[in-house]
């Protein structure tokens, strides 16, 4: 809602870089602040560097307007669109007729130029001279009128269309046109025409069809006559056409579609076409004296998917008309029913959906059901956003515990949702218990470890958990600044061990199902969980920024030098370095990685230009391989190794290009390039998986 906008847009823009600046435009603001709804408050007064904000308005007389002034109290920053020169005028009025290869006579060349000259408006130029296009020498001066203003302009052209093409095909394919919400795309145009027996009859007066089809012309005309008034725009790989102008768009509404009985009428024939009524059988065909004949319209079906492709014209357009042509059944088929949301998520997008329950809810603001599904679905829109399945278990976290003691009676449909969450039809990730704790008022969304410590629940705070080994019922945590590691049991959330005393705890390593690695501020540290005692202290000091290392085997730890130039192989019994080996001198290096079965380890070097990536083999303790590539650097602090040490993926940048970076993936085996990878954003984190023949990449 606003408010919402209101405390969030400020904390948005801040972000705004300078590597990235954010210029804002929206357009038609006096759509948003209109009427009641005088609330502009929600537009930030002031902008912070690097972020600039336009908003248009067709005039100045909207009842938002005055506020949105005062709000903003920047008067310099208001300017008015000037109107256009009698030059700019005429040359686009001739323009127009060069186009349309027209020339007028004299006297229609003054007609045409005292009217627009009336009524210097881009669109009133546009209508008027098209209109002007149409006129011949011989045509005499009570047929080369044009009208004084836009809206008596448009309904002069929609009489010359219904008079050269007919009233009946005109009135019915601009009302289609009109009613659609997002428009419509030739073949629905025809296959909408080729079921409307008025149109049919109409063009079959002096004509004969060999099939009960509209011919493509009847549309293909009109379509030619009105192309400088339409747009055309993809909507999920669609091609389709809607009006360019608000103002034709009223126009046709006004003239076609006032009373609220038609208005139904054409939204109940767009929703029997997008339930595919008449898709795959002969629909009735009146021939009078009360004879009806069924013919195939050859009309396109309008199933749920096309194999594994959903239909979303189906999913976007038909709830819409359902709505608007009073159907009683609309919420319970297409708010109340989970498997429709579900493919609507999958198969459109969330704000779709949000469409749909803003629909529902002007007919119903009191709802209480619908009121609450309204706000879970627009606080999981990101997640929804990205997977609609997701939309079982965003339910049953957000609603399972909020529902639990309230009266069912008050959120009847819901409760009947998030009993059918708890068993969803697909594989979905439902937490076992309330995880989340929610944060005092005042309190940041985001923790970061610069003021941790003066946070009054510090101590509480859990900052790493990590998986046992061969064990899939426990789990470790750590609380760096209470000292403290934990061995949790993972099905009944309980502890079962806990040590105590141990000095910050950063970082956890398992050797084996019982014996870990524990980083201790800047030092190794051997624990046995099942004891809870500590057995060996490694020699040596991790780097402070970088303190990297992993297990090679039951016996060994490979870690970082303190200074960062080369590794050390510790043994873990005694806790003395058994080998070091370096790349060279005076190089640093900045990551490290093991994999699991301890035959290689990957690291990235920071200081040769390009920085290159480095496989060693640790059991002969040589380097393998030296990768490089030009004008690229690796950002190896987003990379990983499978665990048979046969492929390494890492996240790789072309220096000096903006571009987003990108992911590549060698074999280490053959020491090849083995893919390359170019997401459209920049990738934030990486795992890689032999066994399962995927890398898997988080984007930004």
């Not at 109290?73 to 008015?80: I, M, R, T, V």
């Not at 055309?232 to 006004?254: C, F, K, P, Y």
């Amino acid at each position: 809602g606003v408010g919402r906008i209101r405390k969030e847009l400020p904390l948005l823009l801040k972000k705004v870089q300078a590597k990235r600046p954010l210029v804002i435009i929206i357009d038609g603001i006096d759509e948003l602040v209109r009427g009641d709804y005088d609330e502009s408050d929600w537009i930030p007064p002031t902008l912070p560097p690097h972020v600039k904000m336009i908003l248009s308005t067709s005039s100045d007389n909207f009842p938002g307007f005055s506020s949105l002034k005062s709000h903003l109290n920047q008067p310099s920053c208001f300017l008015e669109v000037p109107k256009m020169t009698s030059s700019e005028v005429g040359g686009l009025s001739q323009n127009i007729l060069k186009s349309k290869t027209r020339k007028l006579s004299d006297g229609q060349s003054k007609v045409l130029q005292d009217a627009i000259n009336n009524c210097p408006l881009p669109l009133y130029v546009q209508l008027a001279s098209h209109m002007a296009s149409r006129w011949h020498s011989y045509n005499i001066s009570n047929e080369t009128v044009l009208s004084n203003n836009i809206k008596d302009q448009i309904n002069s052209f929609l009489t010359l269309l219904e008079k050269c093409q007919g009233v009946n095909a005109v009135q019915n394919m601009l009302s289609y046109l009109t009613a659609s919400k997002h428009g419509l795309s030739d073949s629905e145009m025809l296959d909408l025409i080729s079921c409307d027996e008025t149109v049919l009859d109409e063009y079959c007066t002096h004509r004969q069809l060999s099939i009960r089809r509209a011919p493509a012309i009847i549309w293909t005309k009109l379509r030619k006559e009105l192309a400088p008034f339409l747009n055309e725009h993809l909507v999920n790989g669609h091609l389709l056409r809607t009006w360019s102008h608000r103002v034709i768009r009223d126009a046709v509404m006004q003239r076609y579609l006032a009373s609220e009985s038609q208005k139904k009428k054409v939204h109940q024939f767009l929703a029997n076409y997008f339930q595919g009524k008449w898709a795959g059988d002969k629909k009735p065909c009146p021939r009078g004296k009360g004879v009806e004949v069924s013919m195939d319209r050859h009309v396109q079906p309008q199933p749920l998917k096309f194999d594994k492709v959903y239909n979303t014209r189906k999913l976007e357009e038909l709830p819409f008309h359902v709505f608007h042509s009073g159907d009683s059944k609309f919420m319970k088929n297409y708010i109340w029913d989970i498997s429709w949301v579900c493919s609507k998520l999958d198969g459109s997008d969330v704000f779709q959906l949000l469409d749909d329950i803003a629909l529902a809810r002007t007919a119903e603001p009191d709802n209480t059901d619908l009121e609450m599904f309204q706000k879970v679905v627009q606080l999981s829109a990101y997640a929804l956003y990205c997977d609609g399945n997701q939309v079982f278990s965003q339910i049953h976290t957000r609603l399972r515990s909020y529902l639990d003691g309230k009266d069912a009676s008050l959120y009847p449909k819901l409760s009947q949702i998030v009993n059918q969450a708890q068993n969803p039809p697909i594989t979905n990730f439902l937490p076992s218990g309330d995880c989340l704790v929610q944060l005092d008022e005042g309190d940041d969304d985001e923790v970061d470890e610069v003021t941790l410590d003066t946070r009054k629940d510090a101590n509480k705070i859990l900052n790493g958990f990590y998986r046992i080994k061969g064990d899939m019922t426990h789990m470790v945590s750590i609380a760096t600044l209470k000292g403290e590691v934990k061995v949790w049991n993972i099905e009944n959330q309980t502890t079962v061990r806990t040590l105590t005393g141990i000095d910050m705890p950063r970082d956890v390593r398992m050797i084996d199902d019982h014996r870990c690695v524990i980083l201790c501020n800047r030092a190794l540290k051997i624990f046995n969980l099942d004891t809870g005692t500590l057995e060996t202290t490694l020699k040596g000091i991790m780097n402070l920024q970088m303190p990297y290392y992993g297990i090679q085997d039951r016996d060994h730890v490979v870690a970082l030098a303190r200074n960062r130039m080369y590794l050390n192989i510790i043994n873990v019994s005694s806790g003395e370095v058994e080998s070091t080996f370096k790349v060279g001198e005076d190089r640093f290096l900045n990551s490290l990685l093991v994999s699991e079965n301890g035959e290689r380890c990957v690291c990235g070097d920071e200081t040769q230009k390009p920085s290159p990536l480095l496989v060693w083999d640790l059991n002969a303790r040589k380097l393998l391989h030296d990768f490089r590539i030009a004008q690229h650097e690796f950002k190896t602090k987003m990379s990983a190794i499978s665990k048979d040490g046969n492929y390494v993926v890492s996240v790789i940048k072309e220096v000096d290009d903006p571009a987003p970076n990108f992911v590549i993936v060698y074999d280490l085996i053959s020491g090849q390039l083995f893919k390359k990878w170019k997401p459209v954003s920049n990738t934030c984190c990486v795992d890689i998986s032999s066994e399962g023949e995927c890398v898997v990449n988080g984007c930004e």
